[in-house]
């Protein structure tokens, strides 16, 4: 970058932190955006062109506050979080918010999530409590990563077991995302309570060793994961707050010593062939979890 010709900024990685942030924030809209659906939307203070965007989110650019804003308004981001990236990233204050567009839909106020490894094929067991946020919704758009290679929708066995009935399963072209609609059934008035509970039957073959999840809003008051071991000795760590970009280097040591010292990771028992983590308001935009390895000898 051409200092002279670009805004200060305090270090590259607050910079790249905040460009991974306004990429997550994108992508986890329902459904994901793409860069011109952010530059271009109807009523953008301004229309920023691809190239723009496309460096912001690459840490490459410093973007302007107004940016920033806009990303939470048409991302419909939690107010004021990636405005705190933006002022961490640049040393300065942000002016007061722009106008939000529109409400999110759905807040989540707790989240249970329990994998059993034991069986010919994994399952996981996702239960949602959620409140709607806005009146009249009759669905609801469930984002999972399934990480790894893209896989087709069709490996995948899912049936909702609470709160609705399962009606597209859409991969994200370019990406390991799946988007899963489900219809409650009926239309629910803003504040009601509402639970949804999917089961996931994973593919054959080795799992990822771990359990994860990220939330968009601020809302929740819990997460719980549980996960049931096959026979043998297992190690297992929960973490919380884990940068997405981040994960990859965490998860291949959990153990190491020389994790970053804003990681918070830490070993939990697993003697009695599973191991479970509760997670009090669970940080948006952040991802948490379980990561385990099978001991030596084992």
């Not at 991969?171 to 629910?188: A, F, H, M, Q, W």
Request: without cysteine.
């Amino acid at each position: 970058m051409n200092a002279g010709r670009v805004r200060k900024y305090t270090s590259v990685e607050a910079l790249e932190r905040l460009g991974d942030a306004l990429r997550e924030a994108r992508l986890n809209h329902e459904p994901p955006l793409r860069l011109s659906d952010v530059g271009s939307a109807a009523g953008a203070p301004r229309t920023w062109s691809h190239s723009h965007l496309s460096k912001v989110e690459r840490g490459l650019e410093v973007p302007g506050a107004d940016l920033v804003q806009w990303y939470e308004v048409v991302t419909k981001a939690v107010t004021g979080s990636l405005v705190r990236l933006w002022e961490t990233a640049t040393g300065e204050h942000a002016p007061g918010p722009a106008p939000r567009a529109n409400l999110l839909e759905w807040l989540t106020d707790r989240v249970e999530m329990v994998m059993d490894l034991r069986g010919e094929r994994a399952t996981v067991v996702d239960t949602r409590d959620l409140i709607a946020n806005q009146p009249g919704l009759s669905g609801y758009w469930a984002l999972y990563d399934t990480g790894g290679e893209p896989r087709e929708a069709a490996e995948y066995d899912r049936d909702v077991l609470v709160g609705g009935k399962v009606h597209s399963v859409v991969p994200i072209d370019g990406t390991t995302l799946v988007k899963l609609g489900i219809k409650l059934g009926r239309e629910l008035d803003r504040g009601e309570w509402h639970r949804i509970q999917i089961r996931h039957v994973l593919p054959a073959g080795p799992i990822e060793p771990y359990l994860n999840f990220s939330l968009r809003t601020e809302t929740a008051r819990e997460a719980i994961l549980t996960v049931h071991f096959p026979d043998g000795e297992w190690r297992v760590w929960s973490f919380i707050d884990v940068y997405a970009e981040a994960l990859p280097a965490m998860l291949a040591n959990p153990a190491s010593e020389n994790l970053p010292e804003d990681f918070s990771v830490r070993e939990v028992p697993s003697n009695l062939g599973y191991a479970t983590v509760r997670i009090e308001y669970p940080t948006a935009g952040f991802s948490s979890g379980l990561v385990w390895r099978l001991a030596p000898g084992s």
